[in-house]
């Protein structure tokens, strides 16, 4: 098992397969884009499925999910999805996806044994879209939550950052959009994880804030919290339910001592957090030869330092190197 010193059990594994995208949201990158990773440092198709094997044969991995950059700019991406569907015990699979190219991908990725889906999501304002994402793609988005649903891909869940005079009044439209579709809404906190590391706490609409702009037009009752287990979104029923709207306070309401995550970046290091600031290489033991037993034992040892929290309040905190695109979310 994937044991820290603190005896948090991670079972829930985050796979980046890029770190390129197609977007430029501008609390990830700058306009102009990032270097990225060269394609020999990247993590082939059978090395991804190697590692996922090995997280769920041998140490308890029950749930993968897929993330970038955007993971559908892989083109062995259902290949991946298939043999990660075809390991036993089988995981649960999902994807964290921009949603550009998923109106066509949905259905493959279905059949292949992908179980659902988070979008992204941050605007219903093609303006703003563009503003935000330095791209003119806002209906290659709503395409792909449509095409997610069409594909069974359920429960669609929908991603939302909310940014201070950029977005904040867009609250309670995006959750009728989602309402009234079936879709789930997660509210996220910014997070300092941008490559331009202007991040700044003063313009972070808070969790707070939030619920404080939902309650204007909806009656929020907040659902059962031993449901929530390690899950990082805090759910509140809206008008009674069934329906519900999650928030997740990375930053003001953090939820490290229930933590079950374990990251792997697309050039093949272990993360504990997305704000860890150093890294196991397992991807050179890999290349060098290693046997599972091996790479099983270096994973381990990776995960028992684990830190107790992220230290985002703590003044000696520091930003992680890696954005969120070479990352992982």
């Known amino acids: ?80 999805v298939a043999a990660t569907a075809a390991l036993r015990p089988r995981p649960q699979i999902s994807l964290t996806t921009n949603g550009i190219g998923l109106a066509r991908l949905a259905k493959p990725l279905a059949r292949a044994g992908l179980d659902r889906v988070n979008v992204s999501l941050d605007t219903l304002d093609r303006d703003v879209f563009v503003r935000l994402a330095h791209r003119d793609r806002l209906q290659d988005v709503l395409d792909g939550l449509a095409g997610a649903a069409a594909a069974g891909l359920l429960p669609v869940k929908v991603n939302t950052v909310l940014m201070r005079d950029v977005n904040e009044h867009e609250a309670v439209p995006l959750l009728r959009f989602c309402l009234e579709r079936g879709y789930e809404l997660r509210f996220i906190e910014q997070m300092p994880l941008d490559a331009q590391h202007g991040w700044r706490r003063d313009r972070m609409v808070t969790a707070d804030e939030i619920l404080g702009l939902l309650k204007d037009s909806f009656d929020l009752t907040e659902d059962d919290p031993r449901a929530r287990g390690s899950a990082p979104a805090e759910l509140f029923l809206v008008d009674g339910g069934p329906a519900r709207v999650g928030v997740i306070g990375s930053v003001t309401r953090p939820f490290c001592g229930a933590c079950d995550r374990v990251r792997l970046t697309a050039d093949g290091q272990v ?59």
Not at 6 to 15: I, N, P, Q
Not at 309 to 318: A, C, K, R, V
């Open 271 to 329: 993360r504990n957090c997305l704000f860890a600031t150093d890294e196991s290489d397992l991807r050179s033991a890999l290349r060098s030869g290693a046997s599972d037993d091996d790479l099983a034992a270096r994973w381990v040892a990776a995960v028992r330092g684990k830190r107790a929290g992220h230290g985002i309040d703590d003044p000696s905190f520091l930003q992680p190197a890696r954005p969120m695109s070479a990352i992982g979310g």
């Open 1 to 80: 098992m994937l044991v820290d010193s603190f005896g948090r059990v991670a079972t829930d594994l985050r796979v980046s397969l890029t770190d390129r995208c197609n977007l430029r949201c501008s609390y990830c990158m700058p306009p102009e884009g990032l270097d990225w990773l060269p394609k020999p440092e990247l993590l082939t198709a059978d090395e991804v499925v190697r590692l996922v094997t090995i997280g769920v044969e041998r140490l308890g991995i029950t749930e993968v999910r897929y993330t970038g950059g955007e993971p559908l700019l892989r083109r062995d991406l259902v290949e991946i």
